[in-house]
């Protein structure tokens, strides 16, 4: 039997004939795009506007861009300035309250309470809510700001009811006294803060102060006074003297002076004067309670006479 030897194929043509020129490409498949090459551009005016923008702004050129910006901030400082923007903001809005008052959002009733010397037509002025406007577009802050500024308005509360409705609240000041000055007169709280100038004698029941700074201290002593009642039947002002101490003018024209400190138990004596005594029943015109031992009285005549005491009470 003849043997046959196959030839080998040399080492190194393995490399060379061994891997196909077509490896890795599927049957069927569409042949592969060179490398590097580039689709074809589409042409529509869409396309063409961004590669002309692209060609344009390039981002190697920072100082291009720049210039581009401060540009563009220019022209927008330029229409808030003119109004342009603002306008067309505010119409946007202006419609779409519009279409909210539509949907029944529309302010139809304020409801008030709590006013009782503030009119109903000052207050509803103040808080200038149209009827239809949107219950949304109320600036509620702004509307108690301007109900605080009213005369007799100590505290204010305003709120939305929806749909329709807005709620105002009101807490009026508290008039404690009257208090005359050289110019003018007021009514003023407990405080001694100014209420108003206004229809003041209207409250002609509250004591009358007399003298500066007197409305910031008149509180205690006015109470103090209310608690003796053959006294507070007969005052008809409060008069505060020198800074310090107060005088009371009586309704007959008697000036009673009281002393800086320990006027408390001064005022005890004088009603013991009044109710005991029947000072008052007498031509006196002045009763002078500063000195802790002495009672001192001026009378119609201009005569003084002195009456000395004893444990504080007149003898």
Do not use: C
Not at 214 to 228: E, I, L
Not at 233 to 262: C, F, I, M
Not at 288 to 298: A, E, G, K, M
């Amino acid at each position: 039997m003849r043997s046959v030897r196959q030839a080998r194929k040399p080492r190194d043509g393995r490399g060379k004939q061994g891997r196909s020129a077509t490896r890795g490409v599927t049957r069927g498949a569409a042949p592969p795009q060179p490398f590097g090459r580039r689709k074809a551009l589409r042409d529509n005016p869409v396309s063409r506007a961004l590669r002309t923008i692209h060609a344009f702004v390039d981002l190697r050129r920072p100082m291009l861009i720049m210039t581009l910006v401060i540009v563009v901030l220019t022209a927008l400082a330029a229409l808030f300035a003119s109004g342009v923007i603002g306008r067309t903001i505010h119409r946007t809005e202006a419609g779409f309250d519009s279409l909210l008052a539509d949907a029944g959002f529309g302010i139809s009733q304020v409801h008030l309470s709590g006013n009782v010397r503030t009119p109903q037509v000052t207050i509803m002025a103040v808080l200038g809510f149209e009827p239809g406007q949107s219950i949304f577009a109320a600036d509620l802050p702004a509307a108690r700001a301007r109900l605080m500024q009213l005369p007799w308005v100590a505290e204010a509360e305003v709120k939305r009811r929806y749909p329709d409705d807005i709620s105002v609240s009101i807490v009026e000041k508290q008039p404690f006294a009257r208090w005359q000055t050289a110019k003018d007169s007021y009514v003023v709280e407990r405080s001694g803060a100014l209420i108003t100038d206004k229809g003041v004698d209207r409250f002609r029941h509250l004591p009358l102060l007399l003298g500066d700074g007197a409305p910031q201290v008149a509180a205690p002593f006015v109470a103090a006074v209310a608690g003796y009642r053959a006294i507070v039947a007969r005052v008809s002002a409060y008069q505060y003297q020198s800074d310090r101490r107060w005088n009371l003018l009586l309704d007959d024209g008697v000036v009673v002076k009281l002393p800086e400190t320990g006027w408390r138990k001064q005022l005890g004596a004088l009603e013991h004067l009044i109710v005991d005594k029947g000072i008052l029943e007498r031509d006196v015109v002045e009763i002078d309670l500063r000195s802790p031992t002495q009672y001192f009285f001026v009378t119609k005549t201009g005569e003084q006479k002195d009456k000395k005491t004893e444990s504080g009470r007149a003898i």
